[in-house]
Protein backbone atom coordinates (compact mmCIF):
# COMPACT_ATOMS: atom_id res chain seq x y z
CA UNK A 1 0.00 0.00 0.00
CA UNK A 2 1.59 3.42 -0.50
CA UNK A 3 0.91 6.32 1.31
CA UNK A 4 -1.51 8.00 -0.21
CA UNK A 5 -3.89 4.65 0.07
CA UNK A 6 -2.14 4.58 4.10
CA UNK A 7 -3.30 7.64 4.96
CA UNK A 8 -7.21 7.19 3.20
CA UNK A 9 -7.27 4.28 5.00
CA UNK A 10 -6.12 5.75 8.18
CA UNK A 11 -8.30 9.16 8.02
CA UNK A 12 -11.40 6.96 7.55
CA UNK A 13 -10.76 4.73 11.12
CA UNK A 14 -10.10 7.94 12.66
CA UNK A 15 -13.40 9.32 11.53
CA UNK A 16 -15.02 6.44 12.72
CA UNK A 17 -14.16 6.80 15.83
CA UNK A 18 -14.58 10.04 16.19
CA UNK A 19 -18.24 9.32 15.29
CA UNK A 20 -18.72 6.90 17.94
CA UNK A 21 -18.36 9.96 20.29
CA UNK A 22 -21.47 11.34 21.97
CA UNK A 23 -21.49 15.17 21.58
CA UNK A 24 -21.34 15.45 25.74
CA UNK A 25 -18.40 13.14 25.06
CA UNK A 26 -17.47 15.76 23.22
CA UNK A 27 -17.81 18.75 24.91
CA UNK A 28 -16.62 17.15 27.90
CA UNK A 29 -13.06 16.34 26.41
CA UNK A 30 -13.02 19.95 24.79
CA UNK A 31 -13.56 21.78 28.14
CA UNK A 32 -10.52 19.24 29.46
CA UNK A 33 -8.34 19.86 26.75
CA UNK A 34 -8.77 23.86 26.81
CA UNK A 35 -8.31 23.68 30.74
CA UNK A 36 -4.95 21.61 30.67
CA UNK A 37 -3.65 23.79 27.28
CA UNK A 38 -3.97 27.36 29.53
CA UNK A 39 -1.51 25.56 32.50
CA UNK A 40 1.24 25.00 29.54
CA UNK A 41 4.40 27.70 30.32
CA UNK A 42 4.02 28.03 26.57
CA UNK A 43 0.45 29.39 26.50
CA UNK A 44 1.18 31.64 29.27
CA UNK A 45 3.91 33.18 27.05
CA UNK A 46 2.49 33.31 23.97
CA UNK A 47 1.84 36.86 23.21
CA UNK A 48 0.24 35.89 19.60
CA UNK A 49 -1.60 32.85 19.19
CA UNK A 50 -3.02 31.20 16.03
CA UNK A 51 -6.46 29.38 16.42
CA UNK A 52 -8.83 27.88 14.31
CA UNK A 53 -12.48 27.54 14.09
CA UNK A 54 -13.33 24.06 14.86
CA UNK A 55 -15.69 21.41 12.45
CA UNK A 56 -18.14 19.54 14.45
CA UNK A 57 -15.63 16.71 14.40
CA UNK A 58 -12.92 18.35 16.19
CA UNK A 59 -11.69 19.59 19.51
CA UNK A 60 -13.63 22.76 20.33
CA UNK A 61 -11.29 25.40 21.61
CA UNK A 62 -13.10 28.11 20.63
CA UNK A 63 -13.86 29.47 24.08
CA UNK A 64 -9.99 30.42 24.58
CA UNK A 65 -10.36 32.45 21.90
CA UNK A 66 -12.44 34.83 23.28
CA UNK A 67 -10.68 34.58 27.14
CA UNK A 68 -7.52 35.50 24.99
CA UNK A 69 -8.60 38.49 23.57
CA UNK A 70 -10.31 39.57 26.80
CA UNK A 71 -6.79 39.23 28.67
CA UNK A 72 -4.94 41.31 25.80
CA UNK A 73 -3.43 38.55 23.90
CA UNK A 74 -2.99 38.77 20.12
CA UNK A 75 -4.92 36.10 18.02
CA UNK A 76 -5.26 35.05 14.44
CA UNK A 77 -7.55 33.08 12.36
CA UNK A 78 -6.90 31.51 9.22
CA UNK A 79 -8.25 33.11 6.10
CA UNK A 80 -7.84 31.45 2.27
CA UNK A 81 -6.52 33.40 -0.05
CA UNK A 82 -8.39 31.70 -3.02
CA UNK A 83 -5.76 33.45 -5.82
CA UNK A 84 -2.50 31.83 -3.97
CA UNK A 85 -4.47 28.57 -3.00
CA UNK A 86 -2.62 29.33 0.45
CA UNK A 87 -4.33 29.70 4.52
CA UNK A 88 -3.05 33.26 5.75
CA UNK A 89 -2.75 34.72 9.40
CA UNK A 90 -4.78 37.26 9.79
CA UNK A 91 -5.40 38.85 13.33
CA UNK A 92 -9.00 39.24 14.45
CA UNK A 93 -9.49 41.47 17.39
CA UNK A 94 -13.57 41.28 17.55
CA UNK A 95 -15.09 37.94 17.34
CA UNK A 96 -18.85 39.49 16.56
CA UNK A 97 -16.97 41.76 13.64
CA UNK A 98 -14.37 39.78 12.25
CA UNK A 99 -15.48 36.46 11.03
CA UNK A 100 -16.85 35.30 7.30
CA UNK A 101 -17.91 31.98 6.48
CA UNK A 102 -15.03 31.26 4.39
CA UNK A 103 -14.55 29.27 0.91
CA UNK A 104 -15.19 25.94 2.70
CA UNK A 105 -17.57 26.63 4.96
CA UNK A 106 -15.39 27.14 7.63
CA UNK A 107 -14.93 30.58 10.03
CA UNK A 108 -12.20 32.37 9.44
CA UNK A 109 -10.70 36.00 9.35
CA UNK A 110 -12.26 38.33 7.46
CA UNK A 111 -11.19 39.87 4.49
CA UNK A 112 -10.38 43.61 6.35
CA UNK A 113 -8.30 41.41 8.86
CA UNK A 114 -4.94 42.30 9.18
CA UNK A 115 -2.03 39.61 7.69
CA UNK A 116 0.11 38.17 9.74
CA UNK A 117 3.27 36.98 9.35
CA UNK A 118 3.56 33.57 10.01
CA UNK A 119 7.20 33.95 11.58
CA UNK A 120 5.45 35.87 14.34
CA UNK A 121 3.13 33.73 15.75
CA UNK A 122 3.94 32.52 18.94
CA UNK A 123 1.75 29.99 19.40
CA UNK A 124 -0.25 27.61 16.27
CA UNK A 125 -3.05 25.71 17.36
CA UNK A 126 -3.30 22.71 14.69
CA UNK A 127 -5.97 20.83 14.01
CA UNK A 128 -6.12 17.70 11.60
CA UNK A 129 -7.69 13.92 11.57
CA UNK A 130 -4.76 12.45 13.05
CA UNK A 131 -1.71 12.31 15.23
CA UNK A 132 1.27 10.54 16.26
CA UNK A 133 3.20 10.91 19.57
CA UNK A 134 6.69 11.75 17.49
CA UNK A 135 4.23 15.35 16.28
CA UNK A 136 3.52 13.60 12.97
CA UNK A 137 0.26 15.06 11.55
CA UNK A 138 -2.52 13.59 9.16
CA UNK A 139 -4.37 16.34 7.41
CA UNK A 140 -7.95 16.36 5.24
CA UNK A 141 -5.22 15.76 1.84
CA UNK A 142 -5.08 19.32 0.64
CA UNK A 143 -1.39 20.39 2.32
CA UNK A 144 -2.83 23.68 2.89
CA UNK A 145 -1.83 23.95 7.12
CA UNK A 146 1.68 22.29 6.01
CA UNK A 147 2.38 25.47 3.57
CA UNK A 148 1.65 28.12 6.68
CA UNK A 149 3.42 25.51 9.39
CA UNK A 150 6.70 25.75 6.85
CA UNK A 151 6.87 29.43 7.85
CA UNK A 152 6.22 29.29 11.70
CA UNK A 153 9.20 29.80 13.86
CA UNK A 154 6.33 30.00 16.73
CA UNK A 155 5.43 26.60 18.88
CA UNK A 156 3.07 24.33 16.53
CA UNK A 157 0.61 22.06 18.36
CA UNK A 158 -1.60 19.53 17.19
CA UNK A 159 -4.90 19.49 19.39
CA UNK A 160 -6.98 16.64 19.20
CA UNK A 161 -9.47 13.77 21.28
CA UNK A 162 -7.43 10.98 22.31
CA UNK A 163 -9.74 9.16 19.57
CA UNK A 164 -7.29 10.88 17.60
CA UNK A 165 -3.75 9.74 18.24
CA UNK A 166 -2.14 6.86 16.44
CA UNK A 167 1.13 5.02 16.88
CA UNK A 168 2.37 6.08 13.43
CA UNK A 169 1.06 8.66 10.85
CA UNK A 170 2.41 8.02 7.31
CA UNK A 171 4.41 11.01 6.31
CA UNK A 172 5.49 12.45 2.63
CA UNK A 173 8.44 15.19 1.90
CA UNK A 174 6.17 18.13 2.80
CA UNK A 175 4.53 17.04 5.98
CA UNK A 176 5.30 19.65 8.84
CA UNK A 177 6.13 17.86 11.95
CA UNK A 178 4.94 19.77 14.74
CA UNK A 179 6.48 20.68 18.62
CA UNK A 180 3.86 19.31 20.83
CA UNK A 181 0.16 17.70 20.56
CA UNK A 182 -2.56 18.54 23.17
CA UNK A 183 -5.37 15.92 24.06
CA UNK A 184 -7.94 16.05 26.97
CA UNK A 185 -5.82 13.96 29.05
CA UNK A 186 -2.12 14.71 27.55
CA UNK A 187 0.29 17.17 26.53
CA UNK A 188 3.12 15.85 24.66
Not at 76 to 86: H, I, K, M, V
Not at 115 to 133: I, K, M, Q
Not at 135 to 143: A, E, F, V, Y
Request: aromatic share 8%.
Amino acid sequence: MNITESKTLLRKEIRARLKAMTPDQSATASRRACALLEQQAVWKKAALIFFYAPLPEELAIWPLLGNSIAAGKAVALPRFDAATQRYVACQIQDISKDLNHGQFGIREAGAHCVAVPPNRLDLVLVPGVGFDLQGRRLGRGKGFYDQLLAFVRGTTCGVAFDEQIVDTIPVEPHDVHLNCILTPTRWI
